[in-house]
């Protein structure tokens, strides 16, 4: 059974004329409004493309996995950017495509949205609740296309589309409606001028929580606010067996920050041995779009993949804090273990991974925002960051990391793993599951961890500050100088 591949697009417009300056490049919550597009689209799409006239205007943003379609009539609305988008695309493939001036979308609604995109529809898209039918109900800003909409767009619509809504009318039955969230308008917001950004320092975040306290500063004090991580529960499901005896059974339950579940649930799965591969996993959702919390998601595994016993039986339950809980017995740690990883004499420079933790640092925005989130960032050989995710959970932020990259086939490129803290067996477990040559904490590795990395063939770097760190296994993998 194929995987419908979902290929996010960020429409960037450019310049506008009401806000000014380039929107795209606005400063929302310390990142600009183009990177939250983009990070709202990674937690649903296997890889996610920024649609833009120029293809070098926003080559100083963009991480290095997102790619660029270039619209060949820019300045012409979105439809043109769509065209261009859909010409990229496979047969079969699926188009979810967000605009980058609104906020606020929780990635479980786009879900919904992709799961509405099948058979003959050619599209989805929102529509106000209290509506009836479409047209002027359409909400066609957030919207999914199917590859073969590009052909019955050539030879049977009108040619005068000029907006998304048209197109939406004009495919009738071929486009689908989904009720617009009742929590939409509480939670959502379009930035047209630069004061919307002022008036969004409340809107809601399912990442962070604004809180009321009393500061003490010796003998003072006085009421304020502060701004929170959030942690809520996660339960995991599978699907699997093979077809005519399909079982569901709950895999774990664990505490996380909200955001990119999908990748979290994605990068679980491989470090706990369940897939070896993207194409294992047939879809990963949650449970019920109406569910506000998305506590409950689920992974549907191939019919072929056979899931051991052992890991249906041990019923895990991670705190934010633990990747071991729920395994019976120390000799249960690593039952799946990969063979060792060949040593690269001189694979990084000692210079260069020792300014890595500086930049995963300047992208860390949730932990500006609250000081309470982990972080794990993926860097290659060139010390170039492929990816950074935060959680309240560490092992959480690696599995959301290593999850995103692997879904998106490039894994491969990942030459060390940097940890916001210390480094436990866990962390190491993951790391060596999806074949990371290095691993760098910030703070103290356990006697466990030292003994995994070097059965695994993993460097492991320790208190790496500054100028100054330690090199506990595997030195020979880093080199002295640049190359």
Known sequence: MPVVQVVGFVLAGGRSSRFGTDKARAVWRGKP????????????????????????????LLPTDVQVVVDAAPHQGPLEGLRAALQTLQPGQLALVSPCDVLGVDPAWLAELVRTATGGTLAAAFRHADTSGKGAGWEPLHAVYR???????????????????????????????????????????????PQDLLALRDLRDDRTATVQLVAHNGEDCSPRTDTVAVEQPLEIRIHHGPIGGRQRTTFAVTLRTPGHDADLIAGLLLA???????????????????????????????????????????????TAACGLCGKGSLAALFPDRPPALALQP??????????????MRTAQAGFDQTGGVHAAALFDAAGRLLCLRE?????????????????????????????????????????????????????????????LAHDAGITLAGFLRGATGNLYTHPRRIGQADT
């Not at 019955?152 to 989904?178: E, F, G, M, S, Y």
């Not at 047939?282 to 595994?301: M, N, Q, R």
């Not at 290593?402 to 086939?409: K, Q, T």
Request: proline letters at 6%; one cysteine or more; charged letters at 20%.
């Open 346 to 359: 001189g694979l990084v420079a000692w210079q260069l991974l020792q300014r890595l933790p500086a930049a």
């Open 147 to 193: 590859q073969e909409l590009l052909a019955h767009w050539r030879d049977q619509l009108p040619t005068d589309l000029r907006a998304p809504h048209q197109l939406l009318q004009a495919l009738a039955d071929r486009a689908r409606a989904v009720a617009l969230p009742a929590s939409w308008h509480d939670r959502v917001r379009r930035v047209d001028r």
């Open 391 to 451: 959680d309240v959970g560490r092992p959480n932020a690696v599995d959301k990391a290593i999850g995103h990259l692997w879904r998106a086939g490039r894994l491969d490129a990942v030459a060390v793993l940097v940890l916001s803290g210390r480094a436990g067996f866990e962390l190491v477990q993951k790391a060596a599951m999806a074949r990371i040559p290095i691993v760098a904490a910030i703070g103290a590795p356990t006697t466990l961890a030292i003994d």
């Open 272 to 318: 706990e041995g369940m897939v070896q591969a993207p194409e294992q996993l047939l879809g990963i959702a949650p449970c019920s779009p109406h569910d506000t919390e998305g506590a409950v998601w689920a992974a549907e595994l191939d019919p072929l993949v056979l899931v051991p016993g052992r890991m249906l039986d041990r019923k895990l339950v991670a």
């Open 33 to 60: 409004l183009l990177l939250h597009a983009i990070d709202g689209l990674a937690a649903v799409c296997e890889r996610v493309s920024v649609v833009v006239g120029d293809a070098e205007r926003y080559s100083d």
